[in-house]
């Protein structure tokens, strides 16, 4: 009998979706990753729960529809990870008219069956304090509803409720070679050091690394129909004090987001570059940046350049290729390809997929699979993540409630404790009376306790994980406190239960 009955390549949003949905159906799951949780595009999101506005001009009311209707879904299973978010469209003299922007956001309002999010509304933007960081030349503009979303962190509470329900998750764990017989043997590289594996079905869930995994480790020639796109991102101070996020319009027909990020920065990015070649290890180019703040200062007083940007990152994304010329004509849909032969093992691949819509896509591919390996009913769209077991508007209830339990936590580290941990917060935190019983302050308000527990539970193994993709401390570290934090890390290992 072979070891496991789904066994998944690939850690990003769709493979941790993946695991979880078939774990909680009963089945035997492993998902390898070959570096950190989210460490590939995942984390490199524009971060938004959303049904892609822009989407409705190239007519994909299907995906909108289902995408706008994932978004309360998401809301309500992931509380502490997901927020609504109001953003502000300026109607630009010379591109699409206020009419068409009205109209495209009236079907937004209405195709979805939104309950939650209040609806859209005019803003005067020469009187409206949200139109304060804007140019003068703005009149009038949009505030409609969508939400922001901890991408990296629902990749790793997705892993972890797949692990809390059985399944196997190796991280810095290549798969190197898939051989295909009556069931699949998997060859694995756990750093230099080879393991094997044996599934009745393969899941190729690499994302971008898609093509590459099909030619190197499946050793498939034939082509597959992906196509990839890039986005990059970058990280400035803020532009503004408000909650709100900002979509412009610019003279090349793309959208450029400007998000309030972590407090005290804004998020700017875009996506639609088409991209080749390997995506590790991708940053965004010198041009790219210098795009993103040319878009700011076109639209925002505030000027800024290069040298203010505190951080930034590129993101590829796989789609599936239905030959269309531009990068951002290409289908945001997702594609589950399933490969069945005779007397030989099926192969799942996933093309494209959003953040929005991953714990359907995971829905539809453990349906897929269902006449393979029959495991539970659908089962997620009623769930809570970990943590996320607490009402979609009970955020500050439970930051009150932390903060009695716990007064020695200041209200800022209180909110990012459970802005990050949910419900769990009380694990991270343990029987700790005093911050001192919570150990070493190792930076910003980042903890001994905390570490251990993203350690032990979370699969951190190094700085970044914990600095980056568990946390955004990575904003508020400096060099001797990074240090200070890696030898820390590095007296933990051991003591550890590992996850
Ligand atoms: C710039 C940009 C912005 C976006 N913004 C949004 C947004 O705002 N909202 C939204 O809903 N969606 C957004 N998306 C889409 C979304 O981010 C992606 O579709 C999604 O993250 C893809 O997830 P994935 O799991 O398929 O791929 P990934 O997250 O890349 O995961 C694939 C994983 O496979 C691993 N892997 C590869 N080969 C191997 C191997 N041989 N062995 C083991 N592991 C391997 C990689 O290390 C990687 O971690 C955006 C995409 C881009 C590019």
Redesign the pocket.
């Known amino acids: 009998m072979a070891d496991f009955d789904l066994a998944i ?8 979706g993946i695991a979880r949905d078939a774990a909680g159906r009963g089945l035997r799951v492993l998902l ?4 950190d ?14 049904g892609g506005l822009r989407y409705l001009e190239q007519g994909w009311f299907r995906l909108v529809r289902e ?1 706008l209707i994932e978004r309360e879904v998401m809301l309500r299973m992931a509380p502490h990870l997901i927020r609504p978010m109001r953003f502000v469209l300026p109607a630009e003299p010379g591109l699409r008219p206020a009419w068409m922007l009205r109209l495209g956001l009236f079907v937004y309002d209405h195709l979805g069956g939104r309950k939650i999010l209040p609806p859209t509304r005019t803003i005067a933007l020469a009187d409206d304090p949200l139109g304060t960081p804007l140019k003068r030349r703005y009149e009038r503009g949009f505030e409609y509803s969508d939400c922001w ?1 901890d ?1 990296a962190r629902l ?1 790793v509470v997705s892993a972890l409720d797949a692990a809390e329900r059985g399944a196997t998750i190796r991280t810095r ?4 070679r898939a051989e295909r017989g009556a069931e699949w043997r998997l060859v694995l590289d756990v750093r230099g050091r080879r393991d094997l594996a044996t599934a009745r079905v393969l899941v190729n ?5 898609l093509k ?2 099909a030619q190197n ?1 499946l050793r498939d020639t034939t082509p597959l129909p992906a196509r990839l ?5 970058i990280v400035v101070r803020r532009l503004f004090d408000h909650d709100r996020g900002y979509i412009v319009q610019t003279r090349d027909g793309r959208f450029v987001f400007a998000l309030p990020f972590e407090q005290d920065f804004t998020l700017i ?1 875009t ?1 639609d570059r088409s991209f080749a070649g390997d ?1 590790s290890g991708i940053q965004p180019s010198a041009d790219e940046i210098a795009y993103l703040c040319d878009v700011a200062n076109q639209h925002f007083r505030a000027t800024i350049g290069p040298a203010d940007v505190v951080w930034s990152f ?5 789609l599936h290729d239905d030959g269309s010329r531009k990068a951002q004509d290409v289908t945001r849909d997702y594609l589950l390809a399933l490969d069945e032969r005779d007397g030989e093992a099926p192969l799942l691949t ?1 093309y ?7 714990r359907r896509l995971a829905e539809q591919a453990l349906d897929r699979l269902a006449h393979i390996v029959a495991g539970g009913p659908a089962w997620t769209r009623e769930s809570h993540l970990p943590g996320g077991e607490f009402p979609y508007n009970g955020f500050e209830t439970l930051v009150n409630r932390t903060r009695k339990s716990r007064p020695f936590l200041s209200e800022q580290h209180a909110r990012r404790l459970v802005a990050t941990y949910g419900t769990r917060v009380e694990r991270v935190l343990g029987p700790a009376r005093r911050l001192e019983d919570l150990g070493p302050c190792l930076g910003a308000d980042l903890m001994g306790a905390e570490v251990r527990y993203l350690m032990e539970r979370e699969w951190a193994q190094t700085e970044d994980d914990v600095l980056w993709r568990r946390t955004k401390l990575g904003l508020r570290f400096s060099l001797e406190e990074r240090e200070r934090l890696a030898k820390f890390m590095a007296a933990t290992v051991g003591h550890g239960t590992g996850a």
């Open positions: 390549v690939g850690g990003g949003i769709n493979g941790a390898v990753e070959q570096n949780l989210a460490s590939g595009t995942s984390s490199a999101s524009t971060k938004l729960i959303h995408a979303a991408d990749v764990t290549r798969c190197i869930a690499t994302g971008p690394w590459l995994f480790v796109d890039e986005g990059s991102h990015g996506t995506p590129a993101g590829v994304r796989a996933v494209g997929g959003k953040i929005t819509t991953y």
